[in-house]
């Protein structure tokens, strides 16, 4: 059974197809309280250590703030803050073959890959990456920069940041296994 169709008829805003609404997925008649709020003071969740290893991940001292995660969204996305300090520090070249990625800069200045150049991104610019697309970021600046990372359909990211900090403890094998089951494919940086 499809969503159901909506007043307004004709086409999408531009004229083209109409998207579709998903099926309902609350069936009261009421609302509920349900929501979640995080003020913006509350502190990160995890803060990872500078790492000196030269791996696929530079955690360079990254504080993560879990703002949703696939338990708190049953599922439909993985919404992250990411302040990176000054160091260098991000992801190589990889993609997911089960989720996209989202990419929105709040502060300072990402360097980001979309699979066919590297960009400097600064506040307000914005990066969607379909699952299977070549994607990259880092924060070469020498200074602070913060973004927004969004996954979608969700996934267990925080399992991923906070055992990133551990690679070099890991053997190949251990490696391979925990890039594959954190759906994250590295690939040769261009």
Do not use: C
């Not at 300090?85 to 989202?102: D, L, Y």
């Not at 880092?138 to 996934?155: H, K, Q, T, V």
């Not at 190949?172 to 261009?190: C, G, I, K, T, Y």
């Amino acid at each position: 059974m499809g969503g159901a169709a909506r007043p307004g008829g004709g086409g999408g805003a531009l004229g083209g197809p109409r998207a579709r609404y998903p099926d309902p997925r609350y069936f009261g008649d009421s609302g509920e309280i349900s929501a979640a709020f995080r003020p913006s003071t509350a502190p990160p969740d995890f803060v990872s250590a500078p790492v000196a290893s030269s791996g696929p991940n530079l955690a360079g001292g990254t504080a993560y703030h879990y703002l949703s995660t696939t338990i708190s969204t049953k599922g439909d996305y993985g919404l992250y803050r990411v302040d990176m300090g000054p160091e260098v520090a991000g992801a190589n070249t990889h993609f997911h073959k089960a989720m996209s990625e989202s990419f929105f800069v709040l502060s300072g200045t990402m360097r980001l890959y979309d699979g066919d150049r590297w960009v400097n991104a600064t506040a307000g610019d914005y990066l969607y990456v379909p699952p299977g697309g070549l994607h990259g970021f880092r924060n070469e600046s020498g200074d602070p920069a913060s973004m927004l990372m969004i996954f979608a359909p969700g996934a267990p990211r925080e399992e991923y940041f906070e055992g990133i900090t551990r690679l070099a403890d890991l053997t190949d094998e251990e490696r391979a296994q925990f890039f594959l089951h954190h759906d994250s494919f590295f690939v040769p940086d261009n």
